[in-house]
């Protein structure tokens, strides 16, 4: 059983890469140990799979060489896959911020890609374990569906998070296996919980803010959860956050809060009445304490109020964990691979695509956009 490119992991990347290699007339097999190809594409997105982002560049993307996914990025871009999308008559819209969403099921999606995929004469091995791999001059595949052997060899096997979906740490092991470097790893775009505040009787409630670190800030909704915060703008922040630094939260970012308090410094009106004006009711009650009319809360008070709305310092203890994030920060490092073609600088035919690489995009179709990208880069080169 003897191909010139296996592909191990049949998600966004893999399928991707087997698409450009098959169309090369090379021999292409993708192994899935899923018994099923796709199944994040399937719930991305809700089910409506943001395949892409209007706009991406390498300034919505982590990594520790931030200008590594910039070829990739270049050669196959968010138009080039819109135009295959719109080549399937698959209908799509915008949601918001540039990010492309099926209108009907990310399920089309997937049924493209198939469908590239048979075109392109690609061969499946689903429900495959991979035992063992071995480089002699080929690399041998040893799985409980036989030895397969190839020349050249791709890790499409993405991050660890939704490991019920089957996310694993396979191409982390291969990685160690060869010898090559991986930068730490945690999950990301996830909900973050508090250190030590409790404002569970706030879940479900959605606030518009702006979220920043010292480097990066966003305009979203934040959402309260039991534990913590969630909604897009935590998500996004989450890229960035680091445990020991806190985040600052501007609850209202059309105004100042201090000019609103002092204007209404002589108002019998009592603060949560008044704050309900501007944020959502239960938030205004529980933020309002010792509620009282404004013109019986100091000067000092007014400050102190005002500072924490439009900076509320927010720290966080961890995470929600890989089964509650989108994706993996970290990974393969950099360095160890061409910008080109993905191949590892180390081990000859040996490459790694997606997300399993230290290229971790923002959400709303960046992550999506790295793994065709990547795995165009890597297919023209297989
Ligand atoms: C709930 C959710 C929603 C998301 N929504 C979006 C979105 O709307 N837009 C967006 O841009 N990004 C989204 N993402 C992120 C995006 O899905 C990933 O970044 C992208 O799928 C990564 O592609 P990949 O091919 O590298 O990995 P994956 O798509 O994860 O594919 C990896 C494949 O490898 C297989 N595999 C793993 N281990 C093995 C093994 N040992 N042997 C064989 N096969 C193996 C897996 O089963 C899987 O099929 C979402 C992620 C999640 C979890």
Request: charged share 25%.
């Amino acid at each position: 059983m003897r191909f010139d490119v296996i592909i191990i992991g049949g998600g966004a990347a893999g399928l991707f890469c087997a698409i450009q290699a098959g169309k090369r007339e090379r021999k292409t097999l993708v192994i899935e140990h899923n018994s099923e190809v796709g199944r994040k594409i399937l719930i991305s997105g809700g089910g409506r799979c943001n395949f892409t982002n209007k706009e991406v560049s390498a300034n919505n993307f982590i990594s520790q060489n931030p200008h590594f996914c910039k070829s990739a990025l270049a050669r196959y871009t968010p138009q080039d896959f819109i135009e295959l999308v719109k080549s399937y008559k698959i209908q799509f819209y915008e949601k918001k911020l540039g990010q492309l969403f099926c209108k009907e099921s990310s399920r089309q999606i997937v049924e493209m890609l198939l469908s590239e995929c048979q075109k392109a004469k690609v061969e499946f091995r689903l429900s495959c374990e991979v035992k063992e791999v071995e480089k002699d001059e080929n690399f041998i595949i040893q799985t409980n569906q036989g030895v397969f052997e190839s020349e050249s060899l791709v890790i499409a096997t993405g991050g660890l998070s939704f490991p019920k979906i089957g996310a694993t740490d396979f191409g982390y092991k291969i990685a160690r296996q060869f010898g090559l470097r991986i930068v730490e790893t945690r999950p990301s775009l996830v909900p973050l919980i508090f250190t030590n505040q409790n404002f569970s009787k706030l879940a479900g409630v959605s606030i518009d803010s702006i979220v920043k670190t010292r480097k990066r800030e966003f305009r979203e909704n934040i959402l309260f959860t039991h534990r913590g915060l969630s909604g897009p703008a935590i998500l996004q922040i989450s890229n960035y956050w680091h445990k020991e630094k806190s985040i600052s939260i501007d609850l209202l970012p059309e105004n100042d809060a201090l000019e609103v308090l002092e204007k209404n410094a002589n108002s019998k009106q009592n603060l949560d009445n008044f704050l309900g004006k501007y944020l959502p009711n239960r938030f205004a009650e529980s933020f309002a304490q010792n509620n009282k009319p404004i013109n019986q809360i100091s000067k000092k008070e007014r400050e102190k109020i005002a500072e924490s709305l439009n900076n509320w310092q927010v720290l966080f203890n961890e995470t929600e964990g890989y089964h509650k994030a989108e994706v993996t920060l970290g990974g393969i490092d950099t360095n160890e691979l061409s910008s080109q073609t993905m191949e590892s600088k180390r081990v000859k035919g040996l490459y790694f695509i997606g997300e399993v690489v230290d290229v971790t995009g923002w959400l709303g179709g960046y992550n999506f956009q790295w793994a065709w990208s990547s795995g165009f880069a890597c297919g023209e080169s297989v």
